[in-house]
């Protein structure tokens, strides 16, 4: 007996097109405004961000009156080396880069190590008064360091420790922000498991964070290496309220005095202000992979 036409389902023929397939080219097309305009946006905020840099380049090339010339040349004529040669022979320029990259290199440094054995400490010990010594951390970023500023100074002065070379690193030896990640990225991307393994095998605490936890730790140590150099390397108000000796002061604050010069001195300033930019983009570069890795990580798992 054969089946009731109801019942009988009918399959397509091999090759015949499905309904979904006749939607595919409306909905493709549909969605080239989309990316145009989206594309679009990407390009404005890219000139946007890129025009200064590439105005700061081609004024340093050109001599003083040519600066401010309207219309605006992209292309300095003539080009000219003075600009640099003035900076570099005039003014303690390489003082200032040297006071600056050092301090914070080393800055970095130690905040990346104190930031993570920080982290490794919150994130898996258990100890008394851990809540609230993390309670009290983390209440920190919301504490402007203007308001801690003349505090700090007066506890480096009377401490004996008002060297620059010294002094320049302290605020960012220990961020609640940098201790803040390394402990959520601990707990997300290292397991108990391996922890234990490890002290099964015999290696102390400290053995474990050096040679266990600290290479996992490769990703968000090189995007936090990325934001503490530049916070450490870009500071303004630490460094203005500590230092007096012109041959001290760190870039920002040796830009600053041909900047608030009687004549503005832009032919200096903007030569400055591309060579110091020269470190922050060496260290992108060479921890670009970590940061976006890190970046890619924390969104993953966040």
């Known amino acids: 007996m054969s089946a009731p036409a109801t019942e009988r389902t009918e399959r397509p023929a091999a090759g015949a097109a499905r309904p979904t397939d006749r939607?595919?080219?409306?909905?493709?097309?549909?969605?080239?405004?989309?990316?145009?305009?989206?594309?679009?946006?990407?390009?404005?905020?890219?000139?946007?961000?890129?025009?200064?840099?590439?105005?700061?380049?081609?004024?340093?090339?050109?001599?003083?009156?040519?600066?401010?010339?309207?219309?605006?040349?992209?292309?300095?004529?003539?080009?000219?080396?003075?600009?640099?040669?003035?900076?570099?022979?005039?003014?303690?320029?390489?003082?200032?880069?040297?006071?600056?990259?050092?301090?914070?290199?080393?800055?970095?440094?130690?905040a990346v190590f104190v930031c993570a054995m920080a982290g490794f400490a919150f994130a898996k010990y258990r100890f008394a008064g851990k809540r609230l010594l993390f309670n009290v951390m983390f209440s920190s970023l919301s504490v402007p360091f203007a308001v801690i500023v003349v505090p700090l100074f007066i506890l480096v002065v009377k401490s004996g420790l008002s060297n620059p070379w010294f002094a320049l690193t302290v605020p960012w030896v220990a961020p609640a922000f940098g201790i803040f990640m390394m402990q959520q990225y601990i707990i997300q991307s290292i397991p108990d498991e391996i922890i234990e393994a490890a002290r099964i095998d015999g290696a102390g605490e400290f053995g474990i964070f050096l040679r266990v936890v600290l290479p996992l730790l490769r990703p968000s140590l090189g995007a936090l290496a990325v934001w503490q150099f530049l916070q450490s390397y870009n500071s303004f108000m630490w460094p203005l309220v500590l230092i007096s000796d012109v041959d001290h002061y760190t870039l920002p604050l040796g830009l600053n005095?041909?900047?608030?010069?009687?004549?503005?001195q832009f032919d200096l300033v903007l030569p400055g202000a591309v060579l110091a930019s020269v470190p922050t983009i060496l260290v992108f570069l060479l921890l670009r992979k970590q940061l976006l890795e890190g970046l890619s990580t924390g969104a993953v798992k966040g």
């Open 23 to 110: 939607r595919t080219g409306p909905r493709r097309r549909s969605g080239i405004p989309g990316r145009l305009a989206l594309y679009g946006t990407l390009t404005v905020l890219a000139l946007v961000f890129v025009a200064p840099m590439v105005w700061a380049v081609s004024g340093s090339f050109k001599p003083r009156g040519d600066i401010f010339e309207y219309p605006p040349k992209l292309l300095p004529d003539p080009a000219t080396l003075d600009n640099f040669r003035s900076l570099l022979s005039d003014q303690p320029f390489w003082h200032w880069f040297a006071v600056s990259v050092v301090t914070a290199g080393l800055g970095t440094a130690v």
């Open 257 to 264: 005095i041909l900047f608030r010069a009687e004549q503005r």
